[in-house]
């Protein structure tokens, strides 16, 4: 254990199980640790630093508005600001914004949109239907939506919140009441596993709720900002929400989220009903400006396609002749490997030898690099997975 990490057990609560290292800098999809380890990142912070780490434009736009302007109140408006707002709302075809910190912050928020809007069109006090399985952060409105395991040792739990079960939309038909508001659904589950909404239940949602005069939200914190090859996930399914929740890339790892909403949607809110301090400061601003002229580019979205299906298949190739390989899931670079066992000592192995990835839902490994990753890398992450493979079973 070095100095660091001596000092992050003393002083910080014990939150997040942390790997023994202690990370120094880095560069594109590269890594260093404080003794000059190098590491190909697969994770990029958990689908955070879409165009890796350091990326010039990104550096370029921090440093110029931090000795610009770096904050100011939400009373005033700034150049970063205007120009992003408008910029995201034309990427995503929605028609307004609001900027928040985070994606917990941005679900949170579309909670309060989706109550709101309700309140004013005879749902007072409505339902929100979540997916089992599903994860929206971790506040307490947030958990409510999320999975048990998350909510225990803090309740109550707020009312309100009723649970389905994705790609089953027999199940969702019977959760709906009356008093349903909103549905909230992950495009693609991250947390849960990579789990990917079928286009046909998507469809068929989107037609009860235009029926039964439900919002649907779509929460693309993780799967957003042009992780699948689209700009949001749903653009692949021909779909439009009505309100859309993003954070995580969206400022490629400057903290920022974000709620977008169609235009009757957002006219529900009106000043008071909230507010963030930080929320569309202008260096988060700034920053997310830089990062969107980049993920926003067809070429640049094409070739995370491209790049997703080489890995994918790769994978396929590579693993089907271990016996506790089941199957790799996931659009773009947004992947999911699903073993028998369970993931966590195959991510430690492939750590000891030099790759980032994830294990989430116990048995699978979540891989979601830079969107800047190249080929080469890409061979290395399965190559180093395929020899801890060899080497634990
Ligand atoms: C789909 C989804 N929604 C919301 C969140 C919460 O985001 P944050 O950790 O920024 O609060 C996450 C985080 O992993 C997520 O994956």
Redesign the pocket.
């Given at each position: 254990m070095d100095k660091f990490q001596e000092l992050d057990k003393e002083y910080h609560f014990n939150l997040y199980g942390r790997y023994p290292i202690t990370m120094s800098h880095g560069k594109g999809s590269r890594l260093w640790d404080v003794d000059g380890k190098e590491y190909v990142d697969g994770l990029s912070g958990?689908?955070v630093c879409s165009l890796g780490h350091s990326h010039p434009k990104v550096v370029d736009a921090i440093t110029k508005q931090a000795s610009k302007l770096m904050h100011v109140s939400n009373f005033f408006v700034t150049e970063p600001l205007a120009e992003l707002s408008k910029a995201i709302c034309e990427f995503s075809g929605m028609d307004k914004v609001f900027f928040c910190n985070?994606?917990?912050?941005?679900?949170e928020g579309a909670v309060k949109v989706a109550r709101k809007y309700n309140s004013l069109n005879g749902k007072k006090g409505c339902d929100i239907i979540s997916m089992e399985n599903?994860?929206?952060?971790?506040?307490i409105a947030?958990i409510a939506m999320g999975k048990k395991k998350y909510q225990e040792g803090f309740a109550p739990m707020p009312s309100g919140f009723i649970k389905s079960n994705l790609n089953d939309i027999e199940d969702l038909k019977s959760k709906i009441t009356s008093n349903t508001g909103a549905i909230i659904i992950?495009t693609i589950?991250?947390?849960g596993g990579v789990i990917v909404a079928e286009l046909e239940y998507l469809k068929a949602v989107r037609k009860l709720c235009d029926e039964n005069n439900i919002l649907l939200i779509a929460?693309?914190?993780?799967?957003g900002v042009g992780r699948t090859g689209y700009f949001y996930a749903f653009q692949e399914y021909g779909i439009k929400p009505d309100i859309v929740?993003s954070?995580?890339g969206v400022a490629a790892g400057f903290?920022m989220?974000a709620v977008l909403a169609t235009k009757k949607v957002a006219a529900s809110m009106e000043p008071g009903n909230h507010g963030t301090t930080f929320g569309g400061n202008p260096l988060a601003c700034a920053t997310s400006l830089a990062t969107l002229n980049i993920v926003s580019q067809k070429e640049f979205l094409n070739e995370v396609i491209e790049k997703g299906n080489y890995f994918k298949n790769e994978l396929n190739e590579k693993l089907k002749k271990f016996p506790i390989f089941k199957e790799v899931r996931g659009k773009g670079l947004m992947i999911g490997v699903e073993f028998t066992e369970l993931t966590r000592p195959i991510v430690m192995k492939m750590l000891d030898k030099g790759v980032i990835v994830n294990a989430t839902a116990d048995t699978v490994i979540r891989i979601v690099p830079p969107l800047i990753i190249t080929i080469e890398e890409i061979d290395i992450i399965v190559e180093k997975l395929v020899e801890s493979i060899k080497e634990l079973f």
């Open positions: 958990i689908a985070s994606g917990a912050e941005a679900t599903s994860f929206h952060g971790r506040t947030t992950e589950q991250g947390e929460d693309e914190v993780q799967c929740c954070a995580k903290p989220g």
